[in-house]
């Protein structure tokens, strides 16, 4: 018997993912990537996403589309997790998101440069 196509999921998936992510604040380091990558602190994070856009950038240069994929998925974990230890919400990111629809890159170039003094 074969399996119904699986419906194409949708930015939903990352608020799923962030919900998954802060329920794994609390948990057990030594059984949970999630809670040791929380002990371990921000910077440990931000790092981690470093070194998976580096993988992921090497994957796409390279024209390996499943490979691309996957570390793309990785990349996107770790950047929720990011989000989720900055007190950055997806709803934040998707309402500036928002904001940028139909603003030209160069204009919104010129604006952020403009509000790096804000937080």
């Given at each position: 018997m074969t399996e119904p196509p699986?419906?194409?999921p949708t930015a939903h998936i990352l608020d799923n993912l962030y919900s998954r992510i802060e329920s794994k604040r609390k948990a057990d380091p030594e059984t949970s990537y999630t809670a040791k990558m929380f002990a371990r602190?921000?910077?440990?994070?931000?790092?981690k996403v470093g070194e998976e856009a580096v993988e992921t950038v090497i994957e796409a240069i390279r024209g390996k589309r499943k490979r691309l994929v996957s570390?793309?998925?990785d990349l996107l974990y770790h950047l929720t997790l990011l989000w989720?230890?900055?007190?950055?919400?997806?709803?934040?990111?998707?309402?500036?998101l928002a904001r940028r629809e139909g603003v030209s890159g160069y204009a919104h170039l010129g604006r952020?440069?403009?509000s790096d003094d804000e937080d």
């Open positions: 699986m419906t194409a602190g921000t910077h440990k994070i931000a790092q570390e793309s998925a989720a230890a900055s007190d950055v919400e997806p709803g934040d990111v998707w309402r500036e952020e440069n403009e």
